[in-house]
C-alpha cells in the first residue's frame, strides 16, 4: 500500500527552502493556490523566484512581503483592476530580478523541462520584444528546413504548487476546468505540493481515471484546504470573489496599506478556517453544470 503524503498545509509549505524556485498559478485565472501562498508569506519563505504565467495577485503579495528575488512570468497584476501596485514598485525601485516571458514561451519552458530536454523550439517569439530584450532566447537555423526558430530553454522549479478540486491521500488527484500549464509544471518540477479542496478515499479517484491528471508518484505533499484558491475561482466549486481584488488594489497602492492588508488577510489569521470567517459572501455557483457519465465498463 502506498505510503500516505498527507501533511496541514503549515507543515507542507515548511518543506520549501528559502532560496528555492517556486511555480504557482499555472491553471491562469482560476485554481491559484493563494491559502499556500499565504502560508509561505507567514513562514518568511525569502529569496524566492517565482515561475508563472500570468501569475496574478499571488505573486504581487509575496513580493509585497519582501519575499521575492526573481520573476519569471509573462504577467504580474491583478487580473480585476490591471496593475500589482508591488510588483511595479519593485521593478521601478530595482528590487526585483525580471525575466520577461510570454505565456507561450513559460508553457514551452516548463514543457521541455518536463521532458527532460534542453530547449524546444518556435516561431511565435521570433520578431517580438520579448525576444529582441532578452538574452536568455537564442535564434538558430532549423536543420531540416532551414528556417530561423527561437529556442526557448527549460526551466525546472524546485517545487510547483497546485490546488486541486481532490486527492487521495497518496496524492493521485483529480483536477477539471483551465489547466493552463498546470501539468508541464508538475512534470518540470523537483517537488509538487498538492493543496486539495478535500482529501478522498482512493477509491474515489479511481472511479474516474481519465480525471486522474496529477499521479501520486510526481507529488511530494498533499494538503487539505477548502477555499485555498479564494479569491479565485476553482471549477465546480467556487466563483471568482471580484470585490476582494478591487479590495486590494485600493488598500495596495503604498507599503503602508499593503502592510495593513497583509497583517488583516495573512498574518493575523492563523489557517484558511479563520481567513473564510472573514469573507462574508457565499461564492458557491448559483448553477450546476454536471458532465455527462462515463462508462468505464469491466
Known amino acids: 500500500m502506498p505510503q500516505s503524503k498527507v ?9 520549501i527552502d528559502s532560496g528555492s524556485s517556486v511555480a504557482l498559478g499555472l491553471a491562469l485565472e482560476h485554481a491559484i493556490p493563494f491559502a499556500a501562498g499565504h502560508e509561505l508569506i507567514r513562514q518568511g519563505t525569502d529569496d524566492l523566484t ?9 505573486f504581487d503579495q509575496l513580493i509585497g512581503a519582501e519575499l521575492v528575488e526573481t520573476v519569471r512570468a509573462a504577467w504580474v497584476g491583478n487580473v480585476s483592476t490591471g496593475t500589482g501596485y508591488n510588483f511595479r514598485r519593485a521593478v521601478e525601485e530595482g528590487n ?28 511565435s517569439l521570433l520578431g517580438s520584444d520579448v525576444f529582441a530584450e532578452s538574452e536568455r532566447f537564442r535564434e538558430a537555423e532549423d536543420p531540416y528546413s532551414g528556417d530561423r526558430l527561437a529556442l ?18 497518496y496524492g493521485d488527484a483529480h483536477f477539471w476546468g483551465n489547466s493552463g500549464v498546470t501539468f508541464e509544471g508538475v512534470d518540470a ?13 482512493p477509491a474515489v479517484i479511481k472511479s474516474d481515471p481519465s480525471r486522474t491528471t496529477i499521479t501520486g508518484d510526481s507529488v511530494t505533499a498533499v494538503a487539505e484546504v477548502p477555499y485555498g484558491c479564494h479569491p479565485s475561482p476553482l471549477a465546480g466549486r467556487y466563483n471568482r470573489d471580484n470585490e476582494h481584488y478591487v479590495d ?51
Open 50 to 58: 517565482l515561475v508563472g504565467p500570468i501569475s496574478d495577485l499571488l
Open 96 to 123: 526585483l530580478d525580471v525575466e520577461n516571458h510570454s505565456n507561450f514561451s513559460v508553457a514551452l519552458s516548463l514543457k521541455a523541462g518536463a521532458m527532460g530536454v534542453p530547449y524546444l523550439p518556435t516561431r
Open 248 to 298: 486590494y488594489a485600493e488598500r495596495t497602492t503604498d507599503r503602508a496599506g499593503t502592510a495593513e492588508w497583509l497583517d488583516e488577510w495573512v498574518h493575523s489569521v492563523p489557517n484558511r478556517e479563520a481567513y473564510m470567517e472573514r469573507v462574508e459572501k457565499d461564492l458557491r455557483p448559483t448553477e450546476r453544470t454536471v458532465a455527462a457519465e462515463v462508462e468505464y465498463g469491466r
Open 189 to 201: 518540477a523537483t517537488e509538487t505540493l498538492v493543496v486539495a479542496e478535500e482529501i478522498v478515499d
Open 152 to 169: 526557448v530553454p527549460a526551466i525546472r522549479p524546485d517545487w510547483s504548487i497546485v490546488h486541486v478540486q481532490r486527492a487521495s491521500p
Open 7 to 15: 501533511r496541514d498545509l503549515s507543515a507542507a509549505v515548511d518543506l
